[in-house]
């Protein structure tokens, strides 16, 4: 292997979906390239950063869903790529876990800071807007502590 | 002799009269001088806030040192995590202290804001609230009137507050649930009054990284207009508990999410509605979130201390309720928001 090799060629090493000749063409590059090494790496804890999200979001799933991620597969696989990237997120090896992470996720629901990729506010916004305020009306205590000392290892009240 | 005695009678009646204690004032007169006693007295003392929720609750315990009319240091000694660290409030600025950090974080004081908006919305209090004495206590040594607050609609005290008889400074307030259980206290300890509190007190300390606080956006208490100003068509409770009415709202831009906020309020217990029409949900993901529904739209909440967040969806608009009444009074508005 003279070049580098792309971010779907790792990802199709990592679920050893190459070729064989080309699995071990890319073992050995990894061998003596720190930076692929590195890239190589990133791939590993994402997938199994998504791996275990699925594993703590296991629950029996509702009627429908597996279909829903084989659907989503299909349809994927159907479409024609339109970057090089996202082919090789779609490819079936990666697909699956990362369908069955999206569906999980949606199914765990609302609250999620996947939730159809808008912003989520911080609930703790509005429990410090409403305590500021509470000082307009007569002898309540306003704000105690205000946000900018809570830190993270303040805010005994967020668990 | 007959009128010596006549003299002496004179005497010991004016004597009596002298010896004879200030007749209290008014509730509504002493209620109006005790919201405004920290602007005219100086004092030191030591604060405790205490916070009841339904599982837990929290203690926040602190020093504070109040140069009327507007200068203030309250010096955290509890919870540990702010042990040390402070707030010095200096005119219409607030300064936190962060002494862990090393950084000042410099805001506009919004409770001074809120402070005359405050003596605005005693009125409403007296609309709702029948203003009862109850027997004189003592705190410390000192005499102090006892003021109920009783619900005009309910019949049950929401609020009691101890204020001292020379001064007219709450000493001590209590603030009851809808079921009568406390929700918070907040009690002045080992008070001494004085004059005599040195300036550089509230002087900042030097060689901290200095950032400003995030600033929120002016409150109006013209809510018609803040509605109207939303960008969107805002949605409003058909239901309030008795006495409540809006009396502010702002729209703030939160992560480029406009967030229309209303209050609501019967004079003591206030109740927030927040809505976007971003599809920007509440992240509850800090918190432990309870399942529950509004008018059968999935919903969750949560509790801090005596207050309660509930957070609900409709469609792509989201809302969040806040505020210290029940879990059922909460569901109950947040219902009659929905279209």
Redesign the interface.
Known sequence: MTSHPSQEQFIDYLHGELAPGEDAALALHLEGCTSCRESYQDEVRLSEALGSYARASERELPPGVRASIWSAIESAQREPSWTQRLAGWLRPAVAIPVAAALVIAAFA?????L??G??????????D?????????????????????F?T??????? | MARSSALLSLAALLTSATAAPAPAPSAADLLRDAMSAPQRISYVAEVQVLRFGTQRSDATLYRVEHRAPDMTRRWYLAPQGLYGDSIVTRGSMTYSVDVKRQQVVVSPDEDADQQIAARGNLSILMANYNVVYAPDESIDGRGVHVVLLNNKYTGQTTMRLHIDAATHLVLERQQYGSNGSPIAQTLIEQIRYTNAIPIAVFAIPAGMHQVSGAARGPESTDVAHVISSAGFPALVPKYLPEGFSPIAGDVVSIKGVPTLHLIYSDGIRTVSLFQNEKDAAVDLSHYRAIATTVADHPARYVEEGPTTLLAWADGSRHFALVGELSLAELEKIGASVLP
């Open positions: 629901g609302y609250g999620s800071t939730h159809h808008s912003p989520t506010i911080d609930a703790a916004y509005y429990l807007d409403h305590a500021a305020l509470t000082s307009a009306v007569p002898f309540n205590e306003g704000t105690i502590v205000p946000t900018a000392l830190t290892e303040n805010a005994d009240g967020a668990q």
